[in-house]
């Protein structure tokens, strides 16, 4: 059974879906995890581009995002029982998923954990699919996880559900 389980978390509702399940199989098979957020080019650019006419140091800010995200998912971990470490990555020159695959090897990890939004279509086109690439790349097992489907608001069409949010630096589309 899976006992070093690897989940990879960028503050999205997708990657706590992925979290929560991580956290379900640890409890079950008495492993832990290693939760991983990344700061990279991608959310460095897109902080500077969201933070432009504010002094500031961006780097710093990605920083303490990311422990921040790191300590929620170690607390919620803990709480439930489970042996959590927390590793803050920067990576200014490799792609997301060689990253991913890179940890996965050297802490040795028997699964990787990653929520996924599950597209299809022109929607997995547009936007692309981190976890897809994730687990193209991956030395050991991946384990993709949606999250629930929400139920529509009943003052909008489902055609027009949607949401639009900056998570860590990075563009989430919903």
Do not use: C
Request: proline letters at 6%; glycine letters at 10%.
């Amino acid at each position: 059974m899976y006992q070093r389980i690897l989940v990879p978390i960028d503050g999205s509702d997708t990657a706590r879906s992925g979290l929560d399940e991580a956290i379900r199989l640890a409890q079950l098979s008495g492993g832990r995890l290693r939760v991983f957020h990344v700061i990279d080019d991608l959310s460095f650019a897109l902080a500077l581009d969201a933070y432009a006419g504010h002094p500031g140091d961006w780097l710093n800010a990605l920083r303490e995002e990311g422990t921040r995200l790191l300590d929620d998912a170690k607390h919620a971990a803990a709480a439930a029982g489970v042996q959590v470490e927390g590793v803050l990555h920067e990576s200014f020159n490799g792609k997301l998923p060689d990253v991913v695959a890179a940890e996965a090897r050297n802490w040795p990890a028997d699964l990787i954990v990653v929520g996924t939004h599950g597209r299809r279509g022109i929607g997995r086109l547009v936007l692309g699919s981190g976890a897809e690439s994730i687990l193209r790349t991956a030395p050991v097992p991946v384990l993709l996880v949606r999250p629930p489907e929400p139920a529509p608001r009943s003052d909008e069409s489902p055609a027009l559900a949607g949401r639009v949010s900056v998570v860590t630096g990075a563009l989430a589309i919903e």
